[in-house]
Protein backbone atom coordinates (compact mmCIF):
# COMPACT_ATOMS: atom_id res chain seq x y z
CA UNK A 1 0.00 0.00 0.00
CA UNK A 2 1.14 3.51 -0.66
CA UNK A 3 -1.28 5.67 1.20
CA UNK A 4 0.98 8.69 2.01
CA UNK A 5 0.00 12.15 1.57
CA UNK A 6 1.71 13.74 -1.15
CA UNK A 7 -1.04 17.00 -1.37
CA UNK A 8 -4.00 18.47 0.38
CA UNK A 9 -6.48 20.33 -1.35
CA UNK A 10 -6.60 23.83 -0.16
CA UNK A 11 -10.40 24.69 1.76
CA UNK A 12 -10.55 21.26 1.21
CA UNK A 13 -12.66 18.66 4.18
CA UNK A 14 -8.74 17.44 4.82
CA UNK A 15 -7.26 20.59 5.02
CA UNK A 16 -9.64 21.78 7.43
CA UNK A 17 -9.59 18.85 9.73
CA UNK A 18 -6.03 19.32 9.99
CA UNK A 19 -4.41 16.73 7.65
CA UNK A 20 -0.43 16.86 6.45
CA UNK A 21 1.62 16.21 3.51
CA UNK A 22 3.97 13.34 4.52
CA UNK A 23 0.89 11.48 6.77
CA UNK A 24 0.20 8.19 6.28
CA UNK A 25 -3.58 7.11 5.65
CA UNK A 26 -3.94 3.64 7.90
CA UNK A 27 -7.89 3.59 8.40
CA UNK A 28 -11.19 5.05 7.71
CA UNK A 29 -13.47 4.22 10.60
CA UNK A 30 -13.18 0.83 11.51
CA UNK A 31 -11.86 -0.18 8.40
CA UNK A 32 -8.05 -0.11 6.49
CA UNK A 33 -6.96 0.95 3.79
CA UNK A 34 -5.59 -0.77 1.12
CA UNK A 35 -6.44 0.99 -2.00
CA UNK A 36 -8.27 3.74 -3.62
CA UNK A 37 -11.03 1.84 -3.25
CA UNK A 38 -11.43 1.60 0.32
CA UNK A 39 -10.66 5.05 0.56
CA UNK A 40 -13.85 6.25 -1.92
CA UNK A 41 -15.58 3.63 -0.42
CA UNK A 42 -15.47 4.24 3.46
CA UNK A 43 -15.09 8.39 2.83
CA UNK A 44 -18.34 8.54 1.31
CA UNK A 45 -20.06 9.29 4.18
CA UNK A 46 -20.67 13.05 5.78
CA UNK A 47 -18.54 12.36 9.16
CA UNK A 48 -15.82 9.96 9.11
CA UNK A 49 -12.66 9.65 11.72
CA UNK A 50 -9.76 8.57 10.19
CA UNK A 51 -6.37 7.26 11.68
CA UNK A 52 -3.66 8.44 9.90
CA UNK A 53 0.97 7.93 10.67
CA UNK A 54 3.50 10.86 11.13
CA UNK A 55 6.84 9.94 9.31
CA UNK A 56 8.27 9.21 13.69
CA UNK A 57 5.49 7.02 13.73
CA UNK A 58 3.29 8.73 15.75
CA UNK A 59 -0.24 8.04 15.21
CA UNK A 60 -3.34 10.06 15.70
CA UNK A 61 -6.96 9.88 14.72
CA UNK A 62 -8.25 12.51 12.78
CA UNK A 63 -12.36 13.75 12.72
CA UNK A 64 -14.09 14.87 9.32
CA UNK A 65 -17.04 16.61 8.83
CA UNK A 66 -18.03 17.19 5.11
CA UNK A 67 -20.40 16.67 2.39
CA UNK A 68 -21.90 12.89 1.48
CA UNK A 69 -20.45 11.53 -1.51
CA UNK A 70 -17.67 14.88 -1.16
CA UNK A 71 -14.09 14.03 -1.59
CA UNK A 72 -11.70 14.74 1.31
CA UNK A 73 -9.08 16.54 -1.08
CA UNK A 74 -6.49 14.19 -0.57
CA UNK A 75 -3.55 12.78 -3.07
CA UNK A 76 -1.45 9.87 -2.55
CA UNK A 77 1.72 8.44 -3.88
CA UNK A 78 -0.10 6.74 -6.67
CA UNK A 79 -3.55 6.71 -7.53
CA UNK A 80 -4.30 3.43 -6.96
CA UNK A 81 -2.51 3.66 -3.43
CA UNK A 82 -1.11 0.04 -4.39
CA UNK A 83 0.21 -1.52 -7.38
CA UNK A 84 -1.33 -1.78 -10.55
CA UNK A 85 -2.61 -5.21 -11.91
CA UNK A 86 -1.02 -6.30 -15.42
CA UNK A 87 -2.93 -8.59 -17.69
CA UNK A 88 -1.99 -12.60 -17.10
CA UNK A 89 -3.45 -13.31 -20.58
CA UNK A 90 -1.48 -13.59 -24.08
CA UNK A 91 -4.62 -13.20 -26.32
CA UNK A 92 -4.87 -13.83 -29.75
CA UNK A 93 -5.89 -10.42 -30.80
CA UNK A 94 -3.96 -8.47 -28.09
CA UNK A 95 -2.75 -4.69 -29.72
CA UNK A 96 -0.27 -4.32 -27.52
CA UNK A 97 1.31 -7.36 -29.12
CA UNK A 98 1.40 -5.58 -32.11
CA UNK A 99 3.27 -2.95 -31.45
CA UNK A 100 6.59 -2.64 -32.92
CA UNK A 101 9.79 -2.71 -30.79
CA UNK A 102 11.57 0.28 -29.36
CA UNK A 103 8.27 2.50 -28.73
CA UNK A 104 8.69 3.68 -24.90
CA UNK A 105 7.86 1.45 -22.15
CA UNK A 106 4.37 2.52 -20.58
CA UNK A 107 3.28 1.57 -24.30
CA UNK A 108 3.82 -2.30 -23.52
CA UNK A 109 2.31 -2.35 -20.48
CA UNK A 110 -0.94 -4.64 -19.94
CA UNK A 111 -3.73 -3.47 -18.11
CA UNK A 112 -6.17 -5.59 -16.27
CA UNK A 113 -7.41 -3.96 -12.76
CA UNK A 114 -10.79 -3.90 -12.11
CA UNK A 115 -10.40 -0.99 -9.90
CA UNK A 116 -9.40 1.10 -13.10
CA UNK A 117 -12.65 -0.74 -14.99
CA UNK A 118 -14.89 1.30 -12.57
CA UNK A 119 -12.39 4.71 -12.17
CA UNK A 120 -11.51 4.97 -15.40
CA UNK A 121 -13.74 2.85 -17.82
CA UNK A 122 -10.91 0.43 -18.76
CA UNK A 123 -11.63 -3.17 -19.45
CA UNK A 124 -10.89 -6.02 -18.12
CA UNK A 125 -10.98 -9.83 -18.38
CA UNK A 126 -11.52 -11.16 -14.42
CA UNK A 127 -8.87 -14.14 -15.22
CA UNK A 128 -6.52 -12.21 -12.57
CA UNK A 129 -9.50 -11.80 -10.27
CA UNK A 130 -9.56 -14.02 -7.14
CA UNK A 131 -12.57 -14.77 -5.21
CA UNK A 132 -11.92 -12.39 -2.02
CA UNK A 133 -11.48 -9.77 -4.68
CA UNK A 134 -14.81 -10.50 -6.72
CA UNK A 135 -16.43 -10.67 -3.20
CA UNK A 136 -14.84 -7.62 -2.49
CA UNK A 137 -16.53 -5.82 -5.23
CA UNK A 138 -19.91 -7.12 -4.77
CA UNK A 139 -19.83 -6.44 -0.76
CA UNK A 140 -19.01 -3.06 -2.05
CA UNK A 141 -21.25 -2.70 -5.04
CA UNK A 142 -18.59 -1.52 -7.41
CA UNK A 143 -20.63 -0.78 -10.42
CA UNK A 144 -20.82 -0.29 -13.31
CA UNK A 145 -17.62 -2.97 -14.20
CA UNK A 146 -16.54 -2.84 -18.02
CA UNK A 147 -15.47 -6.73 -19.45
CA UNK A 148 -14.00 -8.31 -21.61
CA UNK A 149 -15.99 -10.84 -22.72
CA UNK A 150 -15.42 -11.94 -26.45
CA UNK A 151 -16.38 -15.51 -25.93
CA UNK A 152 -18.90 -17.16 -23.33
CA UNK A 153 -18.08 -20.44 -24.83
CA UNK A 154 -15.85 -21.54 -21.61
CA UNK A 155 -13.48 -23.34 -23.74
CA UNK A 156 -12.89 -20.38 -26.76
CA UNK A 157 -12.65 -18.42 -24.48
CA UNK A 158 -9.53 -19.69 -23.05
CA UNK A 159 -8.07 -20.26 -26.02
CA UNK A 160 -8.65 -16.51 -27.28
CA UNK A 161 -7.16 -15.10 -24.15
CA UNK A 162 -4.45 -17.70 -24.26
CA UNK A 163 -5.24 -18.70 -20.31
CA UNK A 164 -6.88 -21.36 -18.99
CA UNK A 165 -8.07 -19.43 -16.92
CA UNK A 166 -10.25 -17.65 -19.15
CA UNK A 167 -13.37 -20.01 -19.28
CA UNK A 168 -13.57 -20.64 -15.48
CA UNK A 169 -13.59 -16.76 -14.72
CA UNK A 170 -16.85 -16.24 -16.58
CA UNK A 171 -18.03 -17.61 -13.19
CA UNK A 172 -17.07 -13.86 -11.67
CA UNK A 173 -19.32 -12.46 -14.49
CA UNK A 174 -22.17 -14.46 -13.82
CA UNK A 175 -22.15 -14.14 -10.00
CA UNK A 176 -21.49 -9.86 -10.38
CA UNK A 177 -24.87 -10.18 -12.75
CA UNK A 178 -26.41 -11.99 -9.89
CA UNK A 179 -25.77 -9.40 -7.31
CA UNK A 180 -26.76 -6.44 -9.19
CA UNK A 181 -23.55 -4.90 -10.77
CA UNK A 182 -24.26 -2.91 -13.67
CA UNK A 183 -22.16 -4.70 -16.38
CA UNK A 184 -20.83 -3.01 -20.00
CA UNK A 185 -19.71 -5.87 -21.99
CA UNK A 186 -17.21 -5.80 -25.01
CA UNK A 187 -16.66 -8.41 -27.57
CA UNK A 188 -13.31 -8.22 -30.28
CA UNK A 189 -14.87 -10.11 -33.13
CA UNK A 190 -12.25 -12.01 -34.67
CA UNK A 191 -13.45 -13.66 -37.78
CA UNK A 192 -13.15 -17.27 -37.54
CA UNK A 193 -12.70 -17.69 -33.97
CA UNK A 194 -16.02 -15.60 -31.94
CA UNK A 195 -18.03 -14.94 -35.00
CA UNK A 196 -20.88 -16.79 -36.75
CA UNK A 197 -22.79 -19.02 -34.11
CA UNK A 198 -20.28 -18.45 -31.70
CA UNK A 199 -21.10 -14.40 -31.94
CA UNK A 200 -25.06 -15.47 -31.75
CA UNK A 201 -24.48 -17.93 -28.51
CA UNK A 202 -22.46 -14.96 -26.27
CA UNK A 203 -24.81 -12.34 -27.37
CA UNK A 204 -27.60 -14.57 -26.46
CA UNK A 205 -25.99 -15.35 -22.95
CA UNK A 206 -25.15 -11.74 -22.50
CA UNK A 207 -28.73 -10.41 -22.92
CA UNK A 208 -30.18 -13.00 -21.00
CA UNK A 209 -28.10 -11.22 -18.17
CA UNK A 210 -30.21 -7.80 -19.09
CA UNK A 211 -30.74 -5.71 -16.82
CA UNK A 212 -27.81 -6.20 -15.17
CA UNK A 213 -25.98 -6.18 -18.34
CA UNK A 214 -26.56 -2.64 -19.60
CA UNK A 215 -24.87 -3.03 -22.95
CA UNK A 216 -22.38 -5.21 -25.18
CA UNK A 217 -20.32 -3.37 -27.48
CA UNK A 218 -18.64 -5.19 -30.93
CA UNK A 219 -15.82 -4.33 -31.87
CA UNK A 220 -13.93 -5.32 -35.42
CA UNK A 221 -10.44 -7.10 -34.35
CA UNK A 222 -7.30 -4.62 -35.22
CA UNK A 223 -4.69 -5.86 -36.95
CA UNK A 224 -0.79 -4.13 -37.35
CA UNK A 225 1.99 -5.31 -39.55
CA UNK A 226 3.95 -6.47 -36.61
CA UNK A 227 2.21 -9.37 -35.99
CA UNK A 228 5.28 -11.99 -35.71
CA UNK A 229 4.96 -15.06 -34.19
CA UNK A 230 1.60 -14.61 -33.34
CA UNK A 231 -1.71 -16.74 -34.17
CA UNK A 232 -3.03 -16.18 -38.13
CA UNK A 233 -6.36 -13.63 -38.07
CA UNK A 234 -8.31 -12.53 -40.82
CA UNK A 235 -8.77 -9.03 -40.79
CA UNK A 236 -12.52 -7.74 -40.79
CA UNK A 237 -13.20 -7.21 -44.91
CA UNK A 238 -16.48 -5.55 -45.88
CA UNK A 239 -17.81 -9.04 -46.19
CA UNK A 240 -16.95 -10.17 -42.89
CA UNK A 241 -18.29 -6.46 -41.32
CA UNK A 242 -21.61 -7.10 -43.08
CA UNK A 243 -22.18 -10.85 -41.72
CA UNK A 244 -21.06 -9.43 -38.31
CA UNK A 245 -23.85 -6.62 -38.79
CA UNK A 246 -26.73 -8.78 -39.57
CA UNK A 247 -25.61 -11.48 -36.21
CA UNK A 248 -25.94 -8.11 -34.01
CA UNK A 249 -28.70 -7.06 -36.05
CA UNK A 250 -30.87 -10.05 -35.40
CA UNK A 251 -30.33 -10.34 -32.11
CA UNK A 252 -30.89 -6.44 -31.13
CA UNK A 253 -34.55 -7.57 -32.93
CA UNK A 254 -35.36 -10.06 -30.47
CA UNK A 255 -34.11 -7.87 -27.31
CA UNK A 256 -36.31 -5.31 -28.36
CA UNK A 257 -39.15 -7.91 -28.52
CA UNK A 258 -38.40 -9.67 -25.13
CA UNK A 259 -36.85 -6.44 -23.28
CA UNK A 260 -37.76 -3.33 -24.92
CA UNK A 261 -34.05 -2.32 -25.59
CA UNK A 262 -31.84 -3.80 -27.95
CA UNK A 263 -28.62 -4.06 -25.63
CA UNK A 264 -26.00 -4.81 -28.38
CA UNK A 265 -25.26 -2.18 -30.53
CA UNK A 266 -21.71 -2.21 -33.27
CA UNK A 267 -19.13 -0.11 -33.17
CA UNK A 268 -18.70 2.99 -35.99
CA UNK A 269 -15.69 0.96 -37.48
CA UNK A 270 -17.67 -2.23 -38.42
CA UNK A 271 -20.08 0.22 -40.33
CA UNK A 272 -17.33 1.93 -42.02
CA UNK A 273 -15.51 -1.96 -42.61
CA UNK A 274 -19.15 -3.02 -44.29
CA UNK A 275 -19.27 0.74 -46.30
CA UNK A 276 -22.96 0.81 -45.21
CA UNK A 277 -24.68 4.28 -43.27
CA UNK A 278 -24.09 4.54 -39.51
CA UNK A 279 -27.09 4.10 -37.73
CA UNK A 280 -29.31 7.01 -35.85
CA UNK A 281 -29.05 8.40 -32.44
CA UNK A 282 -32.10 5.93 -31.08
CA UNK A 283 -30.13 2.83 -32.27
CA UNK A 284 -27.45 3.87 -29.53
CA UNK A 285 -30.32 3.62 -27.00
CA UNK A 286 -28.28 6.71 -24.52
CA UNK A 287 -24.21 6.15 -26.08
CA UNK A 288 -23.27 3.81 -22.91
CA UNK A 289 -19.96 3.00 -24.92
CA UNK A 290 -19.00 5.90 -26.70
CA UNK A 291 -15.35 5.30 -25.36
CA UNK A 292 -15.14 2.08 -27.31
CA UNK A 293 -16.05 4.00 -30.41
CA UNK A 294 -19.66 2.96 -30.35
CA UNK A 295 -21.86 6.05 -31.77
CA UNK A 296 -18.70 8.36 -31.84
CA UNK A 297 -19.78 9.72 -35.22
CA UNK A 298 -23.79 9.90 -35.12
CA UNK A 299 -23.26 12.03 -31.59
CA UNK A 300 -20.97 13.81 -33.47
CA UNK A 301 -22.99 14.85 -36.41
CA UNK A 302 -25.94 15.47 -33.68
CA UNK A 303 -24.29 17.91 -32.40
CA UNK A 304 -22.97 19.62 -35.28
CA UNK A 305 -26.17 19.76 -36.68
CA UNK A 306 -27.53 21.20 -33.08
CA UNK A 307 -24.97 24.12 -33.22
CA UNK A 308 -25.26 25.02 -36.73
CA UNK A 309 -29.11 25.65 -35.64
CA UNK A 310 -27.84 28.30 -33.67
CA UNK A 311 -25.72 29.95 -36.43
CA UNK A 312 -26.82 33.16 -38.46
CA UNK A 313 -27.10 32.03 -42.05
CA UNK A 314 -23.91 33.22 -44.42
CA UNK A 315 -21.23 33.17 -41.91
CA UNK A 316 -18.22 34.85 -42.88
CA UNK A 317 -15.41 32.73 -43.44
CA UNK A 318 -12.65 31.67 -41.17
CA UNK A 319 -9.38 30.92 -42.07
CA UNK A 320 -8.33 28.08 -44.62
CA UNK A 321 -7.46 24.76 -42.93
CA UNK A 322 -6.70 21.06 -43.10
CA UNK A 323 -7.96 18.29 -41.35
CA UNK A 324 -5.94 15.18 -40.99
CA UNK A 325 -7.47 12.14 -39.91
CA UNK A 326 -7.50 7.91 -40.53
CA UNK A 327 -8.68 7.09 -43.67
CA UNK A 328 -11.69 5.47 -42.43
CA UNK A 329 -12.99 8.48 -41.07
CA UNK A 330 -11.97 10.71 -43.95
CA UNK A 331 -15.44 10.27 -46.05
CA UNK A 332 -17.35 11.31 -42.98
CA UNK A 333 -15.28 14.63 -42.00
CA UNK A 334 -15.72 15.67 -45.61
CA UNK A 335 -19.70 15.64 -45.09
CA UNK A 336 -19.74 17.55 -42.29
CA UNK A 337 -17.48 20.29 -43.31
CA UNK A 338 -19.81 20.19 -46.05
CA UNK A 339 -22.95 20.37 -43.56
CA UNK A 340 -20.95 23.56 -42.11
CA UNK A 341 -20.10 25.13 -45.74
CA UNK A 342 -24.38 25.35 -46.01
CA UNK A 343 -24.01 28.26 -44.01
CA UNK A 344 -20.68 29.06 -44.53
CA UNK A 345 -20.03 29.07 -48.34
CA UNK A 346 -16.71 30.61 -48.01
CA UNK A 347 -15.79 28.04 -46.43
CA UNK A 348 -11.95 26.68 -47.52
CA UNK A 349 -10.44 23.55 -46.35
CA UNK A 350 -9.40 20.03 -47.43
CA UNK A 351 -9.34 16.58 -45.57
CA UNK A 352 -6.70 14.07 -45.91
CA UNK A 353 -6.99 10.54 -45.12
CA UNK A 354 -3.51 9.49 -43.25
CA UNK A 355 -2.25 6.22 -44.77
CA UNK A 356 -1.27 4.27 -41.35
CA UNK A 357 2.65 3.34 -42.50
CA UNK A 358 3.55 3.17 -38.88
CA UNK A 359 1.32 0.39 -38.11
CA UNK A 360 -0.20 -0.78 -41.31
CA UNK A 361 -2.93 0.14 -43.74
CA UNK A 362 -5.20 -2.61 -42.35
CA UNK A 363 -4.99 -0.06 -39.17
CA UNK A 364 -7.37 2.97 -40.59
CA UNK A 365 -8.66 4.80 -37.32
CA UNK A 366 -7.90 7.56 -36.35
CA UNK A 367 -6.84 7.14 -32.57
CA UNK A 368 -4.02 5.39 -33.58
CA UNK A 369 -2.74 7.97 -36.10
CA UNK A 370 1.24 8.51 -35.12
CA UNK A 371 3.26 12.11 -35.64
CA UNK A 372 5.81 10.71 -37.74
CA UNK A 373 2.98 9.78 -40.84
CA UNK A 374 1.76 13.17 -40.16
CA UNK A 375 4.46 14.30 -40.97
CA UNK A 376 5.35 13.25 -44.32
CA UNK A 377 2.49 12.78 -45.53
CA UNK A 378 1.15 16.70 -45.04
CA UNK A 379 4.54 18.55 -45.84
CA UNK A 380 3.76 20.47 -48.54
CA UNK A 381 0.22 19.07 -48.60
CA UNK A 382 -1.64 21.64 -46.69
CA UNK A 383 -4.47 24.23 -47.00
CA UNK A 384 -4.16 27.37 -45.09
CA UNK A 385 -2.23 27.81 -41.74
CA UNK A 386 -4.45 25.49 -39.37
CA UNK A 387 -4.73 21.58 -39.01
CA UNK A 388 -7.63 20.24 -36.90
CA UNK A 389 -6.18 16.60 -35.75
CA UNK A 390 -8.60 14.65 -33.66
CA UNK A 391 -7.98 14.65 -29.87
CA UNK A 392 -7.37 10.76 -29.81
CA UNK A 393 -4.60 11.01 -32.17
CA UNK A 394 -2.90 12.04 -29.01
CA UNK A 395 -1.79 8.99 -26.09
CA UNK A 396 -4.33 9.42 -22.98
CA UNK A 397 -5.16 12.86 -24.85
CA UNK A 398 -1.97 14.29 -23.15
CA UNK A 399 0.58 16.37 -25.68
CA UNK A 400 2.22 13.37 -27.47
CA UNK A 401 1.40 10.80 -30.78
CA UNK A 402 2.08 7.19 -29.79
CA UNK A 403 5.75 7.87 -31.89
CA UNK A 404 6.40 10.24 -29.10
CA UNK A 405 6.23 13.37 -32.00
CA UNK A 406 4.33 15.80 -30.34
CA UNK A 407 2.28 18.65 -31.61
CA UNK A 408 4.93 21.47 -31.17
CA UNK A 409 7.15 19.09 -33.46
CA UNK A 410 4.17 18.83 -35.91
CA UNK A 411 4.65 22.66 -36.46
CA UNK A 412 7.80 23.55 -36.36
CA UNK A 413 8.10 20.50 -39.07
CA UNK A 414 4.98 21.81 -41.38
CA UNK A 415 4.91 25.57 -40.32
CA UNK A 416 1.22 25.33 -39.17
CA UNK A 417 -1.23 26.21 -36.11
CA UNK A 418 -1.75 22.45 -34.67
CA UNK A 419 -5.18 22.13 -32.96
CA UNK A 420 -6.27 19.14 -31.38
CA UNK A 421 -9.90 18.94 -31.42
CA UNK A 422 -12.44 17.23 -28.63
CA UNK A 423 -14.34 14.84 -30.73
CA UNK A 424 -17.65 16.86 -29.97
CA UNK A 425 -19.44 18.62 -32.74
CA UNK A 426 -19.86 21.79 -31.21
CA UNK A 427 -16.18 22.25 -30.25
CA UNK A 428 -15.70 21.20 -33.81
CA UNK A 429 -17.68 23.72 -35.34
CA UNK A 430 -16.25 26.64 -33.31
CA UNK A 431 -12.76 25.52 -34.19
CA UNK A 432 -13.25 25.20 -37.66
CA UNK A 433 -14.97 29.29 -37.66
CA UNK A 434 -11.85 30.41 -35.96
CA UNK A 435 -9.98 33.14 -37.69
CA UNK A 436 -6.66 33.28 -36.83
Not at 37 to 66: C, N, Q, W
Not at 199 to 221: G, H, Q, R
Amino acid sequence: MSAVITRVDPRSPADKAGLRVGETLLSIGDHAVRDVMDYKFYSYDPHITLRVRDAGGSERTVSVRKREGQDLGLEFETYLMDAQKGCANRCVFCFIDQLPKGMRKSLYFKDDDARLSFLLGNYITMTNLSDEDADRIIRMHISPLNISVHATDPDLRAKMLGNPRGGESLRHLYAFARAGIKIHAQIVCCPGWNDGAQLEKTLADLSALYPAVESVAVVPVGLTRHREHLPHLDPVDEGKARAILRVIDARREKNLADYGCAIVSAADELYLKAHLPLPGPDYYEGYLQLDNGVGLMTLFEEELRGALTMEEPDIPAPSPFTIACGLAAAPFMERMCGLIREKCPGLTYQVIGIRNEFFGETVDVSGLVTGGDLQKQLRGNLAGRRLLLPVVMLRDRQNVFLDDVTPEDLERELGVKVLPVEIDGGTFLDTVLEYI
